[in-house]
């Protein structure tokens, strides 16, 4: 047997169904289109999605406003509190917080938030700090040290 003697096992093709053959075919006079309108005529059908005329839904919902600022930089939140975990005295960079699992990965700048108390003097090494978050340092005895382009400043 050959490739082109293959052929589906009886049963499994429908025959192609040939309307406006005559009523004895089974689809004569409208070939299954029902009465007179837009869809029994031949040629173009109408577009999807269209309503008769009334207004598409889609035009219904509400849109979408304002637009996404390409230029706006997210960063990994730190709270102070979070900082407990370090020894009085101690410098804290991203790589620690990372290691001490405060931090999911680097890729994102840390900005270093007042949430929470620190009672320990902790030098902080950060991309940004609230102004909050800079004051509770530095009563605490600490320093806060911006991150300016991997260099600490």
Not at 4 to 32: C, D, E, F, I, M
Not at 95 to 120: C, F, H, N, T, Y
Request: proline share 5%; charged share 25%.
């Amino acid at each position: 047997m050959q490739a082109h003697q293959l052929k589906p096992p009886a049963g499994a093709k429908h025959a192609k169904k040939r309307v406006g053959r005559g009523n004895a075919a089974g689809q004569g006079t409208y070939s299954g289109r029902g009465l007179k309108g837009q869809k029994a005529r031949a040629g173009r059908k109408p577009r999807r999605f269209f309503e008769g005329g009334q207004t598409r839904l889609i035009k219904k919902l509400p849109r979408r406003r304002g637009f996404t600022n390409p230029f706006r930089v997210e960063y990994s939140p730190v709270n102070l509190d979070q900082l407990r975990a370090f020894g009085a005295g101690s410098d804290v960079t991203p790589e620690q917080l990372k290691e001490k699992g405060i931090l999911r990965s680097l890729r994102k700048p840390v900005k270093v938030l007042a949430g929470g108390e620190i009672d320990k003097a902790l030098t902080v090494h950060a991309h940004k700090f609230s102004l909050a978050a800079k004051q509770k340092i530095e009563t605490a005895g600490g320093t806060a040290v911006e991150i300016v382009n991997g260099n600490s400043v």
